[in-house]
């Protein structure tokens, strides 16, 4: 257990909350948590939710993360992304707890040619990506002790995300197309939630911004060719699928993507310690560990 109190994972049910669940279970963490029964859009209700506890961290996986909805929906984005995540800096203050936050390199326009390093300006081309910027910033005007960790093309064995995306398009399709003008680093979900639990079992003041992501810079459709070859290696594909690079303009979507938004962790292990490995070798990973969930009895 943390050396300070009680740890509250929030958002338990997404892709990362599972897995950072998972971790602290690993770890021997003490924890409990919440999902969308506490809405982190109404402050008294987190406080409500928290009374009586002795709460040391709080790790905010909550998050509005439809990208193309969000162009319609930017008062729901705002919503979570925005106001949720200034309500929980509010509260982490109040109970002088140590707070930790997932932003993303949408914040980023993409026009940089070298990863972005964190004091680099953001200029968000979406609304979610705005949406994410100003909930950092409302942050780190209401609580100082804070961890931001900007992530980029989250994956992991749970919900959904690119990896479960393509791996169904592969069984349903002849040819599947994707975009090969659009570069960034994945993170894989089940390395990042280690390295929170290590961060959280230090007790580290070292609070901040931080980015983090998988070594590596690839385009969307060198991923994609890289999850057949290992779906075809373990059996999960029949037959090699006619994969085709398209350019962005041949794939219209509601919100801007920016060109290039890979994320440089220098400072996250330089100051954290944390563990960053390629791309490749996470994604040999995933597949095991998505083959050992799959063959668990039911």
């Given at each position: ?17 599972r ?16 999902d ?5 859009g109404?402050l ?6 928290s ?38 800096a ?8 140590r ?23 953001p ?9 994410k910027?100003?909930g ?16 980029s ?17 592969f ?12 570069f ?35 385009s ?18 029949e ?9 962005s ?9 920016p ?10 292990v330089r ?10 070798c ?10 050992r ?6």
């Open positions: 257990m943390s050396k300070r109190g009680e740890i509250w994972l929030i958002g338990e049910r997404g892709m990362l909350g897995q950072i669940a998972g971790a602290l279970h690993q770890g021997g963490l003490d924890f409990f948590a919440s969308r029964e506490v809405d982190i109404d008294s209700a987190l406080q409500a939710f009374e009586n506890k002795k709460i040391s961290w709080i790790i905010n996986c909550a998050a509005y993360t439809a990208v193309d909805l969000a162009e319609s929906e930017s008062e729901a984005a705002f919503l979570l992304n925005a106001l949720g995540t200034e309500n929980l509010r509260l982490a203050s109040g109970l002088d707890a707070l930790v936050h997932f932003s993303t390199d949408y914040v980023f326009d993409g026009n940089l040619r070298r990863p972005y390093r964190e004091d680099d300006l200029r968000p081309l979406s609304q979610y990506g705005l949406s910027w100003q950092e910033k409302r942050l780190a005007a209401h609580c100082r002790s804070a961890f931001i960790f900007r992530i093309w989250l994956y992991g064995v749970f919900g959904a995300n690119f990896v479960h995306t393509v791996l169904r398009l069984r349903e399709n002849d040819q599947v197309r994707v975009v090969d003008d659009q960034g680093s994945p993170t894989y979900a089940r390395v990042l939630a280690r390295n929170i639990v290590r961060l959280i079992a230090s007790d580290s003041p070292r609070f901040g911004l931080y980015h983090y992501c998988d070594h590596g810079v690839i969307w459709h060198e991923f994609a060719a890289a999850i057949m070859e290992r779906a075809l290696r373990c059996g999960w594909l037959k090699k699928i006619a994969l085709t690079a398209i350019p303009v041949a794939y219209p979507t509601r919100a801007f993507r060109a290039y938004t890979a994320l440089d962790s220098a400072k996250a100051e954290l310690g944390f563990e960053v490995r390629d791309w490749s996470n994604l040999d990973d995933f597949f095991a560990e998505k083959m969930l799959e063959s668990k009895p039911k």
